[in-house]
């Protein structure tokens, strides 16, 4: 069965009795009459595999459920200016839809299909005037009711629902991830070759979206971070405007799209090839938390173990290296290391970079499972201050990488990029001989 069929028909197993509708994500004007590069809504494309806007995915999930699509009419005129169209013919047979039809038809369709539904699956508050629609809807099915036609009476929003099962990862999501990681790290590695002293932020950032989109991967996932000195201490800094300086630590924070995959790298390397020894200390502590988290990414660890283990080994370092005073007791329960270290550890990975899933169940950190996909990135981020010894001071770091749960363990998809100091030092002055 083709993936987005067989997705299709496990979550209308899933729902009770009703009408499931999700619409693709509009297109949006960057300025003027320009807009910008189109991205498709990420459930709606999970769940349908179609990349065009203007379109709407229906499934009828009754015991006997069908899938219906919505999109552009064929149009040659259009194609002309703006590119291929599938038509709804093409498109139902392609993305194996038990009926496909005009975008136009859209109102009349639903209103029909709403009425004598028990409910309706629909995510309320993504867009206004979806909520305004879906009203019109509702109150079309209500002019019927002297004819003995009933309306829904349940809205149900079906986002968590679609969220669980994006959450583990098929096997064809899988080979993507594997492809946008080699992609991402090959992106790093180039970074880490060109990113020398009175080199700019930009161009560095350049040099990844080369990366990128020379292997397919066309766009970038998120906004690149390429933060030099103090720059990596500004978490999400996008600036990229700054010259990096013989001396600089230079992290860089990204990743590459592919097949609407994300990939999401970072490391933190010396622009001129050798750590300082301060800088040397802080990246050791960094990436001995970070082999503890991935030492907790394994079935059966809670979520929240692999973050734990990271808050340990970096509290217990700042004291170690007395930017932090107190026992590790006292250090972790008053959270003072927050001052270097204020996010988790990690995040899910898919169709969006912050990927859908819930972290934690009836209250309890979700127990880690095969197929799940998750970043594990520790960070310590040194701002001046007057606990802050001079050598230490705009030190950033942070090191990411992407991880599967398998059966027994954890696959580390981006294992090739460069991570300890020996490999870092040592592939910069290989790239660059």
């Not at 991205?39 to 065009?52: A, C, H, N, P, V």
């Not at 004819?147 to 096997?171: Q, S």
Request: charged letters at 25%.
């Amino acid at each position: 069965m083709h993936p987005y069929s067989e997705r299709r028909a496990r979550l209308a197993a899933q729902l009770q009795p009703g009408l499931l509708i999700v619409p693709t994500s509009p297109e949006l004007a960057r300025n003027a009459d320009t807009g910008f590069p189109y991205r498709f809504d990420s459930s709606f494309y999970y769940l349908s595999g179609f990349q065009e806007p203007e379109a709407v995915l229906v499934i009828e999930t009754g015991p006997a459920p069908r899938s219906i699509l919505f999109c552009r009419d064929k149009d040659i005129e259009r194609e002309i200016w703006d590119g291929y169209r599938h038509g709804p013919a093409a498109a139902g047979e392609k993305f194996g839809f038990d009926e496909a039809h005009s975008i136009s038809d859209l109102d009349s369709k639903v209103v029909a299909l709403l009425k004598n539904q028990p409910r309706v699956y629909f995510p309320l508050g993504m867009d206004a005037g979806w909520d305004v629609k879906l009203t019109g809807w509702l109150n079309d099915v209500r002019a019927f009711a002297r004819a003995g036609i009933n309306v829904p009476t349940e809205v149900v929003d079906p986002r968590n629902a679609i969220a669980e099962m994006r959450l583990f990862k098929d096997e064809h999501e899988l080979a993507i991830l594997r492809r946008a990681a080699a992609i991402n790290v090959a992106a790093h590695k180039r970074a880490m070759r060109t990113a020398v002293p009175g080199t700019m932020e930009y161009a560095v950032e350049a040099e990844l979206l080369h990366e990128y989109c020379s292997n397919g991967a066309r766009f970038p996932a998120y906004g690149s971070i390429v933060a030099t000195g103090a720059n990596a201490c500004v978490l999400h800094y996008v600036e990229n405007d700054h010259r990096i300086a013989d001396g600089d630590l230079l992290l860089i924070d990204a990743g590459g799209e592919l097949e609407g995959y994300a990939s999401d790298i970072t490391r933190t390397f010396p622009a001129n090839g050798k750590f300082s020894g301060p800088q040397k200390a802080v990246y050791e502590l960094v990436l001995a938390a970070h082999s503890a988290a991935q030492g907790e990414a394994r079935p059966g660890k809670r979520w929240n173990d692999m973050h734990d283990a990271a808050v340990k080994v970096l509290a217990q370092g700042l004291i170690d290296l007395k930017l932090l005073q107190g026992s590790l007791q006292q250090v972790l329960e008053t959270e003072s290391y927050r001052q270097f270290y204020m996010h988790r550890t990690g995040h899910w990975m898919g169709l969006d970079v912050h990927d859908a899933g819930a972290y934690k169940v009836d209250g309890d950190w979700r127990v880690l499972q095969p197929g799940m996909v998750f970043t594990i990135e520790p960070g310590l981020y040194i701002r001046p201050a007057d606990n802050v010894p001079a050598e230490f001071a705009n030190i950033g770091i942070r090191i990411e990488d992407d991880a599967v749960i398998t059966t027994d363990g954890h696959e580390l998809l981006t294992a090739d990029c460069p991570r300890t100091v020996a490999e870092i030092e040592g592939w910069i002055a290989e790239a660059r001989a």
